[in-house]
């Protein structure tokens, strides 16, 4: 169950650890160890809790790629809806919520898999200004009394969980 009437259910992840040894320039840097274990456990923990997001927005940075690939993967999604944007890597903050503004109205629930900062300020926001620790692979799931897209972050959200990896292992 994601969110019934007057609800949007809003999942903001952020991908696992990147690896910093590669060389790779950061757009392309990949997940290291560390981060395809706790994304695999996050995939696992949503799968575990019948969360299911109608529609995933992704950066296109390597490293979020893979985390939503392994995800949805331990997650047992079949065939998620994913979108990936340009506009995610080192988005703004405002920029971000403008994106989760504009979804169609038939969606009630989304996964926006990013970066620091705005995985922690979008939160705030949706949360009324509560601030969180939003460390690499960590899933904040937070409902907004919404019946429209356009109205998520008009009335405070409630957070429904804040989940760390290393609370898992």
Known sequence: MMSGNGLKRIFLLR??????KTGDMDHGRPLASRGRRDADMIG?????????????????????????????????WRDPTIVYHDELYLAAPESVLRMIQSIQE????????????????VASFLLDGLMLDVPTACLVVVDCPATSWTEVGVLPGRLIDHILPRTLS
């Open 44 to 76: 696992q923990l949503m799968a575990g809790r019948d969360w299911n997001p109608e529609l995933v927005l992704c950066s296109t940075a390597a490293r979020t790629r893979q985390t939503i690939d392994r995800v949805s993967t331990s997650a047992g």
């Open 106 to 121: 038939e969606v009630s629930s989304v996964l926006v898999v990013g970066h620091q900062p705005f995985t922690s300020i």
């Open 15 to 20: 991908h696992g650890k990147s690896d910093w």
